[in-house]
């Protein structure tokens, strides 16, 4: 029961999409214990995580690259279409306000 008070309380319900009830929450799936992972698995997927980090890095600063990436799929896919639409009033104001900490 902890746990899915933890899970109300965190925002790890959902709502059903084919069988809508707004008074019906359902949890998303989720273990109580670890799940075993093979060790030298893991280091892998630690050193291949600043190559992915990097990668990622790059492709959400090529606006050339994603406007032509994802041109087909805003037109289709509401989400991904209202985040682009945000994304350009962002770019066309002027770009993301740079934050340093210092």
């Known amino acids: 029961e902890k746990a899915k008070d933890y899970a109300l309380m965190h925002g790890i319900c959902m709502r059903q999409k084919d069988n809508f009830d707004r008074d019906a929450l359902h949890f998303a799936p989720f ?3 670890p799940t075993p992972f093979p060790r030298d698995e893991y280091r892998k997927s630690v050193e291949l995580q600043t190559v992915l980090n990097e990668l990622m890095h790059k492709v959400a600063h090529d ?36 934050v340093f900490c210092f």
């Open 63 to 98: 606006y050339d690259f994603l406007k032509e990436t994802l041109k087909h799929t805003i037109k289709v896919d509401e989400f991904t279409g209202r985040l682009w639409n945000i994304y350009e009033t962002i770019m066309s104001e002027g770009g993301p306000t740079q």
């Open 31 to 33: 273990v109580l214990f």
